[in-house]
Each structure stands twice: as C-alpha cells, then as structure tokens.
C-alpha cells in the first residue's frame, strides 16, 4: 500500500465546499471519484481541512492510500487529465504511511482578498469582495494586528456540528495583517489552526472597524461582525513538521 500526498488548487465558486455531500458536487468527492477510477476500487480522500462552499484554494493538502504502482508524476497527469479544470493537482509524492494532513499540519495561512474600487472587473469579481464604500483603513490595519497571539475564538466562530464534543476554540495566530495593494485591501493570517467561519468573520469585524463600529482596534472585540462572503478567502498553504513552508510548489 502506497500512502500518497497531495497539493491541490481550486476554484470554489461551482462547488460546494470540500465535504462529501449527497447529490451536489464538492471537492473531496470529485478528488475520490478520478482517484477511485485510476485504483479500480473505493479511495477516501482526506484533506487538511473543510473549506466552505465558495472558497478558494492555492494549496490545499489532501492524501489518499492507492495499491496502483503508477510513478507520482504519471499520477499527477492523470488525475489533471479527469478532473475538471476549476481543480488542479499540484504535486504529488509518496507519504509516510501514517500521514494525515488535518492532524499533523501545524500551521495553516488564509488570504482574503477586498476590491475597493467602484466598477470591479467582471473577471475580478469572483474572487474578491466588492467593497467600494467609504472605510478607515488606518483603523482596521490596527485591529488586525490584535488578533495575533493565543486567544479563545468561540466569538468568531459559527456553530458547528462538532460543537458538541466540547473542543477548545482557543487558536495560536502567528501574524495577521492587513495591506493595501492599489486597489485591493488583503487581509492574510497565519495560525495554528481555524473554527468554522473565522477568518470570514474577522475580516467581517475589521470592516465594522473600518466603518468606525468598533471603539477600541487595540484589542480584539467582544463580538464579530457578519460573516464576510465566502468567494474573496483563499487557502495559501498548509504547513508540517517535515516542511515549515511548503506551498505546494
């Protein structure tokens, strides 16, 4: 048995979300279905984390143990050649057998991405919330360096079917920052790991900082603003203990 690793890339827009989910189409499922073919027989597919319906990836993490003999990058083009193009296979590679990219990654980075001009380009507009009124960037830039450091998140988090199982919500965040990019405010933050909805909901909360709703952008608030819309998130990387950085490249 060969345990396989690999990094994917993805279009979110026409899927929903990573979970296999009866009767729609979701990333997990589609990777299962080519994966299934090529072995001749069932292939779970487990990846770093559940990215929402709508959300994009640079590099997602994903594995999957096969008993077919095909070479890493015949595997690669195969997998590219089936799939549809909104996915794409990065890299693949051979795996310790126990590897699992949900509980050994160590840290994960998200970007989330706002278009602050009036007209937003028709190409530009699924990736990106459109957010062309006025804001204080100055004071958001502010609020999103609090977030940094070790805190408990349940604020920022959606409920989650999990919940019941009584598991922390307190996350380590390594950086959180916002910049200005031209026209585009980007917002990327890198942590131990994320609840369900809580980098949408910070980004959702840096905006009622920038419409002046939040008094103090020195600490974090007590309550989040509304989630903000899933197409302008990315999933940038995946890290592990074999490689602080890998990207996927």
């Not at 999103?144 to 070790?150: P, Q």
């Amino acid at each position: 048995m060969r345990r396989i690793r690999i990094h994917v890339a993805y279009d979110g827009g026409p899927f929903h979300g990573w979970q296999v989910q009866p009767g729609v189409a979701t990333i997990q499922g589609i990777l299962e279905e080519i994966a299934s073919g090529i072995e001749g027989a069932p292939v779970h597919v487990a990846g770093s984390g559940r990215t929402d319906a709508g959300v994009h990836a640079l590099s997602q993490v994903a594995a999957f143990t096969l008993t077919n003999p095909i070479p890493p990058d015949n595997l690669r083009r195969a997998m590219n050649r089936l799939l549809p193009p909104a996915i794409r296979v990065l890299s693949v590679a051979e795996a310790h057998a126990d590897f699992h990219p949900r509980f050994q990654a160590v840290a994960k980075t998200y970007e989330y991405r706002i278009f602050r001009d009036e007209i937003c380009m028709p190409c530009e507009w699924p990736y990106v919330l459109h957010y062309p009124y006025p804001l204080d960037e100055a004071r958001m830039v502010r609020l999103a360096r609090a977030f940094e450091g070790e805190h408990d998140f349940t604020a920022f988090a959606a409920a989650d079917e999990r919940d019941g199982a009584g598991r922390s919500k307190v996350r380590r965040i390594f950086s959180s920052a916002l910049e200005c990019h031209g026209a585009r405010l980007v917002y990327r933050v890198r942590g131990s790991g994320f609840l369900k909805h809580m980098v949408r909901n910070i980004v959702g909360t840096l905006i009622e900082a920038g419409r002046g709703n939040v008094e103090d952008v020195s600490t974090l608030p007590a309550r989040s603003g509304a989630t903000a819309l899933a197409k302008g998130l990315f999933l940038v990387s995946v890290e592990y203990p074999d490689a602080p950085t890998n990207d996927g490249a």
